[in-house]
């Protein structure tokens, strides 16, 4: 969410979850991947109404999809959870919805294929597909910052 | 295969990306290109930045504030009747031992009445026949009973019954119900099996004792017996 204050609703409303679903966990399952797959839905449900009010409010799609300047994707300042926030969403903003959940719960969250399988419902042939695109973006991203020349470009 | 191929599998780096047989494909095929091996040092060279936010763990500011928070929001959510249903509500009852335990008394004292007034069932049937076998010729030389019995009529003109009873053991005449003395057992018994269903709601309520006297005495009075040759 890249929001404190969004972020500890999200948490909130997945326990609240968890609590009234537990019924339905099944115990086969792993507990963490059926706690991800709430957040995960939480926070899709989530962007998608910011991305639909923003879209009511702001005179241009320009101003949706208007990219962070490229020295927040400065690591080595990474200190607190506003620098965390600051350098995922300078790396993800520009990617689309799928290409950030899967890029976030792969690479960020470091789960395996298959648990992001589970998590999202898509298959890993859909999977492998985003992470690769999703990856190309931000390498270019940070090849600007870090000036890592690109081979393609 | 194309560079362009390649690079995409160079793309799925992490562990359980690639198959087997495409990790080879690309190993074969990154010594030979130098371009490709490019890309790989550049892939590498962001995996580090990437795994440099992994590490980072994000500090939860006041964890007592939202674990309380929380609660204070389940706590109403679980009250809400209208998010749940009458039957989940009625579930939960058993969660009390106290209502485990009432419920599991009434079930054993429902069987255990079903199972007296069941006993006490047969019980009363096997009086009827002992009181039927006991109407027998003063010699004994007589072996056909004939029993005027609207219900043991019945009884005899019953199809469902037949398959049970000796052809020709039991026969109508005279509106009497003419049975061979060594038949009247199993045409009691079957009597007796057809009730079952009929009487099992009667034999919840316990049968009136009075009413089974008046038929064992009904029996008695309108059962006569001759010799064989009659029947």
């Known amino acids: 969410m890249c929001d404190q204050t969004e972020a500890d609703d999200i948490v909130q409303e997945s326990f609240i979850r968890v609590w009234k679903n537990i019924q339905r966990f099944d115990e ?12 995960t839905n939480l926070c899709l449900d989530r962007l998608r109404a910011l991305k639909r009010s923003r879209s009511l409010f702001s005179s241009t799609e320009k101003d949706l999809d208007n990219p962070m ?4 994707l400065n690591v080595e300042r990474l200190s607190s959870n506003k620098d965390l ?41 859909s999977i492998k597909a985003n992470l690769h695109h999703a990856r190309k973006r931000i390498r270019d991203l940070l090849a600007v910052q870090y000036n890592i020349r690109s081979v393609s470009s | 295969m194309t560079c362009d191929r390649y690079r995409k599998l160079l793309s799925l780096y992490r562990t359980g990306e690639l198959s087997n047989r495409e990790a080879e494909e690309l190993v074969l095929h990154l010594h030979s290109c130098e371009r490709c091996r490019k890309e790989r040092e550049q892939i590498v ?10 590490s980072f763990n994000p500090v939860l500011a006041d964890p007592a504030r939202m674990a309380s928070s929380i609660v204070s929001k389940i706590r109403p959510a679980t009250t809400d009747v209208h998010a749940r249903g009458y039957l989940e509500d009625l579930l939960d009852l058993f969660a009390l031992p106290q209502v485990r335990i009432g ?12 199972l007296f007034q069941y006993l006490t069932f047969f019980n009363e049937v096997h009086t009827l026949e002992v009181a039927a076998r006991t109407v027998s010729s003063p010699t004994g030389s007589h072996d056909v009973y004939a029993i005027r019995s609207s219900r043991l009529e019945d009884l005899a003109r019953s199809r469902t019954l037949q398959p049970y009873l000796r052809p020709g053991s039991v026969k109508i005449k005279d509106g009497e119900v003419v049975v061979n003395k060594s038949d009247f057992g199993s045409f009691v018994s079957s009597y007796r099996f057809q009730s079952v269903a009929s009487t099992i709601v009667a034999t919840m309520l316990h049968m009136d004792e009075r009413m089974l006297n008046q038929f064992v005495d009904h029996i008695a009075a309108n059962t006569r017996s001759f010799p064989a040759s009659h029947f």
């Open chain 1, 85 to 125: 926030a600051d350098i995922i969403r300078s790396l993800t903003s520009n990617l689309p919805l799928k290409q950030k959940v899967v890029f976030t719960l792969r690479d960020l969250q470091d789960l395996s294929v298959e648990e992001v399988c589970e998590i999202t419902g898509m298959g890993k042939a």
């Open chain 1, 69 to 72: 300047p490229a020295d927040s």
């Open chain 1, 28 to 39: 086969k399952q792993k507990f963490s991947t059926w706690f991800y797959k709430i957040v």
């Open chain 2, 103 to 114: 419920t599991a008394a009434l079930i054993l004292a429902a069987i255990c009445t079903f």
């Open chain 2, 45 to 54: 060279d962001a995996e580090i930045v990437i795994q440099k936010i992994r």
